[in-house]
């Protein structure tokens, strides 16, 4: 019983991080503009087939990974550039269905870029499973695990140790004294465009040997990361992380102890739950005139 439970946690926690990730790439640019990204999905998808496509071509993976990373940056700073920038001054229904036409729009694209196939990548460093407990810990598990919190940490450095780190977090404390002292924030909302398609393309990248991936692969992934950051509470990166593991914890749990039916949906009960029973997450939100 022990084992079997340990074993769903392993599977939770490794999936939470994805979320995670996903999650706090919500958070960035929500709190850098208070807008919410329902194209982030892509980013992981665009990591994942990026990097499987290149490896598959011959390029060793380390190079393929940076490679699909600054291409999913690229797309993310383009997003901003060409769709979110113009539409600033708008109402939030109208950002929000620019988003999502992103979403599709980006989906159509790696359709046609690549194709409806499903697409794998080896495991970083083998596939001989530890026993913990009396359940099996893949090595690529780890790798999720591990790169998610190097991640984390890489960016709580970023945001409290440099100056442009600082100027992102007085933008999202108060975008107009932010720029009455200089701060560039045009910048900081294209920078955190781009810290967001990063962090969806590492998790992707960290993901597809185990899940492998496909154009669509973001669509649910997108939704659970933004169940995350909602539970978490919008704009909260410490909520975002949180956030992700319930969920992916959540899930595990329901899939092993219900039924394997039940794991897309429990992202969707537990939106649901939040608005209507702690409508500031967790750890509270930042505010409600966009969301």
């Known amino acids: 019983m022990f084992a079997a439970f340990l074993q769903y946690l392993f599977s939770g926690v ?8 996903a999650g706090l ?7 850098a503009s208070h807008v919410i990204n329902f194209a982030q999905g892509e980013f992981i998808m665009i990591g994942g087939m990026a990097t499987a496509t290149l490896v598959a071509a011959g390029v060793p993976l380390p190079l ?3 490679l699909a990373v600054v291409a999913a940056m690229l797309v993310g700073v383009a997003l901003e550039k060409f769709a979110v920038e113009p539409a600033r001054n708008a109402d939030v229904v109208t950002i929000i269905i620019i988003t999502i036409g992103a979403s599709i729009f980006l989906r159509g694209a790696a359709q046609l870029v690549w194709d409806k196939e499903f697409h794998s990548l080896p495991a970083f460093s083998g596939e001989t499973p530890f026993a913990v407990g009396g359940a099996t810990l893949m090595p690529q598990s780890i790798w999720v695990v591990g790169v998610a919190m190097v991640v984390i940490v890489a960016l709580w450095w970023f945001f409290n140790r440099t100056l442009f780190g600082k100027a992102m977090l ?15 924030t045009k910048r900081v909302l294209m920078v955190s465009f781009a810290l967001s398609a990063m962090l969806g393309a590492v998790g992707g990248i960290v993901m597809t040997p185990i899940t492998f991936t496909s154009y669509e692969t973001g669509v649910m992934l997108g939704l659970k990361g933004f169940s995350a950051a909602v539970l978490g509470g919008l704009g909260n990166g410490t909520g975002a992380i949180v956030g992700g593991l319930i969920v992916g914890i959540a899930e595990a749990l329901a899939s092993g102890y219900l039924s394997s039916a039940y794991k897309d949906a429990i992202a969707f009960i537990i939106i649901l739950f939040v608005l209507f029973f702690m409508p500031n997450g967790l750890f509270g939100k930042r505010g409600t005139d966009r969301v």
């Open 25 to 31: 790439g919500f958070a960035i640019i929500y709190n």
């Open 170 to 184: 007085g933008t999202s404390y108060n975008s107009l004294a932010a720029q009455l002292v200089g701060i560039a």
């Open 64 to 66: 393929a990974a940076m």
């Open 14 to 21: 490794t999936s939470g991080a994805i979320y995670a990730l």
